[in-house]
């Protein structure tokens, strides 16, 4: 109620990384939310990131990708679009198999907490594009990323870089906190 009184209109629901049992409690306490409209969908955050970039995320259940995890995911979801979009590390080993069954399920495959450089990324969004037929999606750009340098792009130039082809969306958390508002509207 208080997101739509601010003026949201759609809203996924976000968990962060924790044991294959707590996400399976998790998704299957809020696939009724789903089923009943108050939210679009869930959005899994991890647990496939990266121990440099994780931010709030518990290392302590940070794993590599898993399609296995996906399967019991969407099983405890307990019917198809209720799991929306899934954020992962892209350096992480088993990542194309899991973008594969990421799209096997409709699900979003969602670039974010990655300490990954540019060409891993670029060449991850192309996987997303190829297996999809989609832009991929970039999860809060700038956070939980290292920073570009003029040296190193990194992450944001990819995503960047992929996003003016049209094969990258990118999100941003433009609360005036975590991404200055000149950054912002460069980003624009």
Known sequence: ????DAGTTTMLASLVSGTPETME???????PLVADGTVAGIH?????????RRGAHDPGVLTDP????????????GAPGVLRQMTFAPERPGAQVLV???????????IGHTDADAA????????????SGRPAL?????????????????????????????????????????????????VF
């Open 44 to 52: 899994l955050e991890g647990p496939f990131l990266s121990h440099e």
């Open 100 to 110: 594969d069954a990421l799209v096997a399920h409709d699900i979003t495959p969602a």
């Open 25 to 31: 409690r998790s998704v299957r306490s809020l696939a």
């Open 138 to 186: 970039v999860t809060h750009l700038f956070n939980g990323m290292p920073p570009m340098h003029h040296r190193a792009g990194g992450p944001v130039a990819a995503a960047l870089t992929s996003a003016a082809r049209g094969e990258a969306l990118v999100e941003l958390i433009a609360d005036g906190v975590h991404v200055h508002a000149e950054v912002v509207r460069m």
């Open 1 to 4: 109620a208080h997101h739509r």
């Open 120 to 131: 891993t990324v670029t060449a991850t969004i192309g996987h997303v594009v190829e297996r």
């Open 66 to 77: 898993d399609p296995a995890l996906i399967d019991r995911l969407v099983d405890a979801a």
